[in-house]
């Protein structure tokens, strides 16, 4: 599969009961990733198959989702190609830390989806 999902993200309105609740239920170790003042990302390890993470949900008065994303070789011109055949761009391309770059879109459906461009080592 040339672009295989990769990471799975649950945004939360309650990151200490989601990481309670999946850990129990599925057994998943999560470590805890500082991302500066007042924000935080916890990675969900699953042992085999994509991991994933949890994070605070951003948006006000939104419910708790998950998100799956899509690994591409080059994420400009992946989120070009979605925007051209009809998706909207939530997040243009933006760098995460040293791990890589992701942007957001909404199919022309209203599916959410994200798209992943890790850095290489």
Do not use: C, R
Request: aromatic content about 8%; proline content about 7%; hydrophobic content about 45%.
């Amino acid at each position: 599969m040339p672009n295989p999902f990769v990471h799975v993200e649950l945004s939360t309105t309650d990151v200490a009961q989601a990481k309670k609740f999946y850990g129990k239920l599925f057994d998943w170790k999560m470590e805890d990733i500082p991302m500066g003042v007042d924000a935080a990302y916890t990675l969900i390890n699953v042992g085999e198959g994509t991991g994933g993470g949890l994070v605070k949900q951003m948006m006000p008065g939104a419910p708790s989702a998950w998100l799956a994303y899509v690994l591409v070789d080059n994420i400009e011109a992946a989120t070009a190609k979605a925007k051209k055949l009809g998706a909207t761009v939530v997040k243009e391309v933006t760098e995460i830390m040293d791990t890589g770059w992701l942007s957001l879109i909404v199919d022309p459906t209203g599916a959410p989806l994200g798209l992943w461009k890790p850095k290489q080592p």
